[in-house]
């Protein structure tokens, strides 16, 4: 007789990020966790720093690697008067090019981070 115990909540994922030998454990992990989080979660600094042991400055380093790296991407939306206001993230299992002519910026995070405190009527550090 054969019993196999099956558990509920897994995730799919690609291999081809887990043996990236360009992203350190942390980029992986936090990559991870991206994919195993339900299409409706709202991604945002703060919101991961409540649902990792990870904080703050960790978890913006892990972003900054995951997009320097290709992937992920982010993009800023505007409202109906122009103004800059939430990101679109956008998470990719294997690396993509930076879109011709829009380097990634190394504010782009720390603009997250200042509107959620600014949200939030906290510091962003």
């Known amino acids: 007789m054969i019993r196999i115990e099956k558990n509920t909540g897994y995730t799919t994922m690609s291999n081809y990020y887990l043996w ?15 994919l195993s989080l339900p299409a409706s979660w709202i991604y945002s600094v703060n919101g991961l720093v409540a649902i990792c042991k990870e904080g703050r400055s960790g978890i913006v380093s892990g972003l900054r690697e ?3 790296k290709g992937y992920l991407r ?7 008067k122009g103004m800059l206001r939430d990101n679109v993230y956008v998470i990719y299992e294997r690396p993509q090019k930076p879109k011709a002519g829009k380097p ?7 603009d997250d981070m200042e509107a959620e405190s600014a949200a939030s009527g906290n510091q962003a550090w």
Do not use: Q, Y
């Not at 982010?74 to 109906?80: A, L």
């Not at 990634?104 to 720390?110: A, G, P, R, V």
């Open 66 to 68: 995951l997009e320097e």
């Open 104 to 110: 990634i910026s190394e504010n782009l995070l720390l």
């Open 74 to 80: 982010r993009e800023r939306r505007r409202d109906e």
């Open 20 to 34: 990236d030998g360009n992203l350190t454990l942390k980029a992986k992990g936090l990559l991870s966790l991206f």
